[in-house]
């Protein structure tokens, strides 16, 4: 199990290090997002609003402060791994929104969330496989 909590960079133990006034930050920068969301919606509709619910929305303020705690590496390596999340997102929208029609929503759930892993996971191997290839290893 420590090899994949390595690989995958989550550490529990970090948890407790979490300031009140960092949650206040993230917590603030997710009802922004969330609010612009929904004013983007009631502008254009709720298939633009929900497309802007994909970003995440505590993301500024996470990597701000993963930048001033752990360096700009690790927050770019946060970024990469959201970005790779968002396409995964994008990606189960379109899934859900072509299988309901013709499954059952269980069905098309799991559906949406295989493609969600699958696209994520292929997004990051590739990455991955690039920095390799152009010699920038880890």
Known sequence: MTGVRDWMGASPKK??????????????????VS????????????RAGGLFLAFP????????????????RQAVQDERGSLFGAIGLVVFAVVCDVAI????????????????????????????ALRVRSGRGR
């Open 101 to 128: 029609l013709h499954l059952r929503v269980a069905v098309t759930v799991l559906l949406a969330l295989l493609a969600w892993a699958v696209s994520s996971l292929v997004c990051y191997l590739a990455s991955e």
């Open 57 to 72: 929305a505590i993301l500024p303020a996470a990597l701000t402060i993963i930048e001033k705690k752990e360096g700009r």
């Open 15 to 32: 948890l407790k290090d979490i300031r009140a006034g960092e949650l206040a930050q993230r917590f603030a920068f997710g009802a922004a």
């Open 35 to 46: 609010l612009a969301a929904g004013i983007v919606g009631l502008l254009a509709g709720p």
